[in-house]
Protein backbone atom coordinates (compact mmCIF):
# COMPACT_ATOMS: atom_id res chain seq x y z
CA UNK A 1 0.00 0.00 0.00
CA UNK A 2 1.14 3.30 -0.97
CA UNK A 3 -0.39 6.30 0.45
CA UNK A 4 0.10 10.13 0.36
CA UNK A 5 -1.44 11.87 3.34
CA UNK A 6 -2.38 15.63 3.36
CA UNK A 7 -1.13 17.60 6.31
CA UNK A 8 -3.64 19.52 7.82
CA UNK A 9 -1.11 22.32 9.19
CA UNK A 10 -0.34 23.52 5.61
CA UNK A 11 -4.18 23.92 5.19
CA UNK A 12 -5.83 27.66 5.36
CA UNK A 13 -7.39 27.86 8.79
CA UNK A 14 -10.16 30.19 7.55
CA UNK A 15 -11.24 27.16 5.24
CA UNK A 16 -10.46 23.56 6.85
CA UNK A 17 -14.26 21.95 5.93
CA UNK A 18 -13.02 23.32 2.22
CA UNK A 19 -9.29 21.41 3.07
CA UNK A 20 -11.12 18.16 4.16
CA UNK A 21 -13.18 18.46 0.85
CA UNK A 22 -10.55 18.55 -1.56
CA UNK A 23 -9.17 16.03 0.01
CA UNK A 24 -11.97 13.57 0.04
CA UNK A 25 -12.92 14.69 -3.81
CA UNK A 26 -9.06 13.78 -4.68
CA UNK A 27 -9.50 10.41 -3.11
CA UNK A 28 -7.19 10.67 -0.56
CA UNK A 29 -8.13 8.51 2.71
CA UNK A 30 -5.45 9.45 5.08
CA UNK A 31 -5.67 12.85 6.87
CA UNK A 32 -2.40 13.89 9.00
CA UNK A 33 -3.58 16.35 11.91
CA UNK A 34 -0.04 17.49 13.54
CA UNK A 35 -0.32 18.07 17.05
CA UNK A 36 2.34 20.33 19.06
CA UNK A 37 2.29 21.62 22.53
CA UNK A 38 4.50 24.83 22.66
CA UNK A 39 7.15 22.47 25.20
CA UNK A 40 8.00 19.31 22.74
CA UNK A 41 8.15 21.45 19.57
CA UNK A 42 8.42 25.02 19.70
CA UNK A 43 4.81 25.55 17.66
CA UNK A 44 2.00 25.56 19.13
CA UNK A 45 -1.44 23.57 16.08
CA UNK A 46 -4.50 21.45 16.70
CA UNK A 47 -6.05 20.08 19.99
CA UNK A 48 -9.14 17.66 20.99
CA UNK A 49 -11.89 19.71 19.28
CA UNK A 50 -10.19 20.20 16.38
CA UNK A 51 -9.86 16.29 15.64
CA UNK A 52 -13.58 16.50 16.81
CA UNK A 53 -14.55 18.84 14.67
CA UNK A 54 -12.52 16.89 11.41
CA UNK A 55 -14.27 13.69 12.85
CA UNK A 56 -17.73 15.40 11.37
CA UNK A 57 -16.45 16.65 8.48
CA UNK A 58 -14.61 13.51 7.13
CA UNK A 59 -14.62 9.73 6.77
CA UNK A 60 -10.88 9.21 5.82
CA UNK A 61 -8.48 7.72 8.87
CA UNK A 62 -7.63 10.71 10.80
CA UNK A 63 -3.73 10.07 11.67
CA UNK A 64 -2.76 12.24 14.62
CA UNK A 65 0.72 12.91 14.88
CA UNK A 66 1.65 14.09 18.65
CA UNK A 67 4.15 16.11 18.90
CA UNK A 68 4.14 16.96 22.86
CA UNK A 69 5.94 16.50 25.58
CA UNK A 70 3.26 14.17 27.46
CA UNK A 71 1.67 12.01 24.92
CA UNK A 72 0.47 9.85 27.82
CA UNK A 73 -1.63 12.26 28.99
CA UNK A 74 -3.68 12.86 25.55
CA UNK A 75 -4.20 9.32 24.72
CA UNK A 76 -7.63 9.78 25.76
CA UNK A 77 -8.81 12.86 25.00
CA UNK A 78 -7.56 12.34 21.48
CA UNK A 79 -9.29 8.91 21.34
CA UNK A 80 -12.38 10.55 22.47
CA UNK A 81 -12.19 13.21 19.74
CA UNK A 82 -12.07 10.45 17.03
CA UNK A 83 -9.27 9.78 16.25
CA UNK A 84 -8.02 6.53 14.18
CA UNK A 85 -4.00 6.62 14.55
CA UNK A 86 -2.22 7.93 17.43
CA UNK A 87 1.71 8.49 16.96
CA UNK A 88 3.83 9.15 19.97
CA UNK A 89 7.40 10.43 19.98
CA UNK A 90 10.22 8.19 21.01
CA UNK A 91 12.00 10.95 22.92
CA UNK A 92 9.41 12.16 25.28
CA UNK A 93 8.14 8.68 26.59
CA UNK A 94 9.43 6.73 28.94
CA UNK A 95 6.41 4.45 28.79
CA UNK A 96 6.10 3.80 25.49
CA UNK A 97 5.18 0.27 26.28
CA UNK A 98 2.13 1.49 28.77
CA UNK A 99 1.25 4.30 26.26
CA UNK A 100 1.14 2.30 23.15
CA UNK A 101 -1.33 -0.54 25.35
CA UNK A 102 -3.34 2.49 26.67
CA UNK A 103 -3.98 3.76 22.53
CA UNK A 104 -4.27 -0.46 21.83
CA UNK A 105 -6.78 -0.36 24.74
CA UNK A 106 -9.00 2.67 23.13
CA UNK A 107 -9.71 1.31 20.03
CA UNK A 108 -7.21 3.11 18.36
CA UNK A 109 -4.29 1.99 16.09
CA UNK A 110 -0.56 3.17 17.19
CA UNK A 111 2.17 5.16 15.75
CA UNK A 112 6.01 5.19 16.81
CA UNK A 113 7.72 8.41 15.83
CA UNK A 114 11.67 9.26 15.87
CA UNK A 115 13.14 13.04 15.12
CA UNK A 116 16.29 12.53 12.53
CA UNK A 117 18.94 12.02 14.55
CA UNK A 118 17.05 9.78 17.10
CA UNK A 119 19.00 6.77 17.34
CA UNK A 120 16.40 3.94 15.39
CA UNK A 121 16.82 1.36 17.71
CA UNK A 122 15.17 2.97 20.24
CA UNK A 123 12.05 1.60 18.38
CA UNK A 124 13.61 -1.79 16.96
CA UNK A 125 11.32 -3.69 19.88
CA UNK A 126 8.40 -1.56 19.40
CA UNK A 127 7.86 -2.39 15.77
CA UNK A 128 5.95 -5.69 16.44
CA UNK A 129 3.74 -3.37 19.09
CA UNK A 130 2.76 -0.87 16.76
CA UNK A 131 0.36 -0.32 13.56
CA UNK A 132 3.14 2.79 12.33
CA UNK A 133 6.79 3.90 12.29
CA UNK A 134 7.08 7.46 11.55
CA UNK A 135 10.26 8.44 10.06
CA UNK A 136 10.51 12.09 10.68
CA UNK A 137 12.32 13.68 7.98
CA UNK A 138 12.48 16.82 8.95
CA UNK A 139 12.45 18.64 12.84
CA UNK A 140 8.99 18.55 13.87
CA UNK A 141 7.25 21.88 14.31
CA UNK A 142 6.81 23.60 11.14
CA UNK A 143 5.87 22.78 7.50
CA UNK A 144 7.63 24.28 4.35
CA UNK A 145 10.92 22.75 5.44
CA UNK A 146 13.36 20.79 3.11
CA UNK A 147 14.04 17.22 3.12
CA UNK A 148 16.92 15.82 5.14
CA UNK A 149 18.85 13.66 2.75
CA UNK A 150 20.07 11.15 5.72
CA UNK A 151 16.00 9.67 6.06
CA UNK A 152 16.27 8.01 2.91
CA UNK A 153 19.23 5.82 4.58
CA UNK A 154 17.24 5.50 7.69
CA UNK A 155 13.94 4.46 5.88
CA UNK A 156 15.86 1.74 4.40
CA UNK A 157 17.18 0.41 7.72
CA UNK A 158 13.53 0.58 9.43
CA UNK A 159 12.24 -1.09 6.21
CA UNK A 160 14.47 -3.87 6.97
CA UNK A 161 13.40 -4.43 10.85
CA UNK A 162 10.26 -3.96 9.28
CA UNK A 163 10.02 -7.01 6.31
CA UNK A 164 11.88 -9.09 9.25
CA UNK A 165 9.65 -8.58 12.53
CA UNK A 166 6.51 -6.98 11.65
CA UNK A 167 5.32 -7.26 8.06
CA UNK A 168 2.08 -5.71 9.16
CA UNK A 169 4.09 -2.39 10.38
CA UNK A 170 3.50 0.76 8.16
CA UNK A 171 6.39 3.10 7.72
CA UNK A 172 5.46 6.76 7.18
CA UNK A 173 7.64 9.70 6.71
CA UNK A 174 7.07 13.42 7.51
CA UNK A 175 8.75 16.27 6.43
CA UNK A 176 9.52 17.85 2.83
CA UNK A 177 7.57 15.89 0.74
CA UNK A 178 7.53 16.77 -2.94
CA UNK A 179 7.98 15.69 -6.25
CA UNK A 180 11.29 15.11 -6.10
CA UNK A 181 11.78 13.38 -2.68
CA UNK A 182 8.58 11.60 -2.86
CA UNK A 183 9.88 9.05 -5.06
CA UNK A 184 13.30 8.22 -3.05
CA UNK A 185 11.21 8.12 -0.27
CA UNK A 186 8.70 5.58 -1.45
CA UNK A 187 11.87 3.66 -2.74
CA UNK A 188 13.50 3.73 0.54
CA UNK A 189 10.47 2.03 2.06
CA UNK A 190 7.76 4.61 3.23
CA UNK A 191 4.21 3.56 2.48
CA UNK A 192 2.41 6.52 3.66
CA UNK A 193 4.06 10.21 2.68
CA UNK A 194 2.67 12.75 4.36
CA UNK A 195 3.07 15.83 2.30
CA UNK A 196 1.71 19.45 3.22
CA UNK A 197 3.06 22.30 1.44
CA UNK A 198 3.30 20.37 -1.57
CA UNK A 199 -0.34 19.94 -1.41
CA UNK A 200 -2.38 23.12 -0.54
CA UNK A 201 -0.26 25.39 -2.47
CA UNK A 202 1.31 25.20 -6.43
CA UNK A 203 0.30 25.00 -9.34
CA UNK A 204 -3.19 23.24 -10.32
CA UNK A 205 -6.07 21.86 -7.88
CA UNK A 206 -5.15 19.98 -5.02
CA UNK A 207 -6.78 16.76 -6.60
CA UNK A 208 -3.92 17.08 -9.31
CA UNK A 209 -1.00 18.03 -7.06
CA UNK A 210 -2.29 14.70 -5.21
CA UNK A 211 -2.45 12.97 -7.98
CA UNK A 212 1.28 14.35 -8.88
CA UNK A 213 2.67 13.14 -5.60
CA UNK A 214 1.06 9.52 -5.74
CA UNK A 215 2.47 9.12 -9.21
CA UNK A 216 6.00 10.37 -8.00
CA UNK A 217 5.47 7.90 -5.24
CA UNK A 218 4.38 5.25 -7.18
CA UNK A 219 6.88 5.63 -9.87
CA UNK A 220 9.97 5.91 -7.36
CA UNK A 221 8.31 2.68 -5.42
CA UNK A 222 8.64 0.48 -8.63
CA UNK A 223 12.01 1.63 -10.20
CA UNK A 224 14.34 -0.87 -10.11
CA UNK A 225 17.13 -0.37 -7.63
CA UNK A 226 20.65 0.46 -8.86
CA UNK A 227 23.01 -2.19 -8.57
CA UNK A 228 25.36 -0.70 -5.58
CA UNK A 229 28.01 -3.20 -6.09
CA UNK A 230 28.90 -3.39 -9.90
CA UNK A 231 29.89 -6.66 -11.36
CA UNK A 232 33.84 -7.26 -11.23
CA UNK A 233 34.96 -7.66 -15.42
CA UNK A 234 35.44 -11.69 -16.01
CA UNK A 235 38.79 -13.31 -15.29
C1 LIG B 1 6.19 19.00 10.82
C2 LIG B 1 4.90 18.23 10.69
C3 LIG B 1 4.55 17.87 9.30
C4 LIG B 1 4.30 19.04 8.36
C5 LIG B 1 4.91 18.65 7.04
O1 LIG B 1 6.50 19.10 12.16
O2 LIG B 1 4.98 17.03 11.44
O3 LIG B 1 3.44 16.98 9.27
O4 LIG B 1 2.95 19.36 8.16
O5 LIG B 1 4.92 19.76 6.22
P1 LIG B 1 5.67 19.81 4.82
O6 LIG B 1 5.08 18.73 3.96
O7 LIG B 1 5.36 21.19 4.33
O8 LIG B 1 7.14 19.57 5.08
ZN1 LIG C 1 3.40 15.47 11.20
Known amino acids: MLHVAPSLLAADPLHFA ?128 RWIPASEARLRRVRAWRDADAPRTLIQVDGGIDATTAGPAARAGADVLVAGSALFAGEGTFAERHAHLCEAAREGRDAPEADPTPDRPAG
Not at 82 to 105: C, M, N, Q
Not at 118 to 130: Q, Y
Open 18 to 145: AALRDVDAAGATWVHVDVMDGAFVPNLSFGPAHVAAFREATDATLDVHLMVADPAAWVDPFADAGADLLTVHVEVDPHLHRTLSRIRERGVRTGVALNPLTPLETIRDALPLVDLVLVMSVNPGFGGQ
